[in-house]
């Protein structure tokens, strides 16, 4: 995984991303913008997930990016032109990810920095994941 991180963290800085980061705050959750937390079964499992957020894996339980299968499902939940954010567990794989949907995909993207970890570490309470 750290391999597909790396490359895909290269790539985002020789396209020079224009993304929104932003720490992940109770107050951000506070906005009205839809989250993607792009983690796994496993670790939603393990400690929640943001309220009304929409888990959508983009690496697999192998750690191997399946970018086809996160923009299927991410279609369902968001518009082209639509704002939102996404999330993982410290923000590492959404910063390596923002660069690629922002400027390879054009979406309008929030990077939340420091993931479900910052948000829990100033006493957010996830809600528990239910299989939707």
């Given at each position: 995984m750290k391999k597909i991180l790396l490359a895909?963290?290269?790539?985002?800085?020789i396209a020079n991303a224009d993304i929104t980061n932003v720490v992940a705050t109770k107050s951000f959750l506070a906005k009205p913008i839809k989250i993607i937390?792009?983690?796994t079964p496993a670790e939603w499992?393990?400690?929640g997930i943001v309220k009304g957020s929409y888990p959508i894996m983009f690496f697999n339980d192998k750690g191997e990016a399946k970018p086809d299968?996160?923009?299927v499902q991410l279609?369902?939940?968001v518009?082209?032109?639509?704002?939102f954010a996404i999330i993982c567990r410290t923000g590492s794989r959404t910063a390596a990810i923002a660069p690629f949907l922002?400027?390879?995909k054009d979406y309008n993207v929030i990077n939340l920095q420091g993931g479900i970890m910052?948000?829990?570490q100033e006493g957010y309470k996830p809600v528990p994941y239910r299989v939707r």
């Open positions: 895909i963290s290269a790539i985002s800085a937390d792009i983690r499992a393990q400690t299968a996160f923009l279609n369902k939940v518009k082209k032109n639509e704002k922002s400027d390879e910052k948000l829990m």
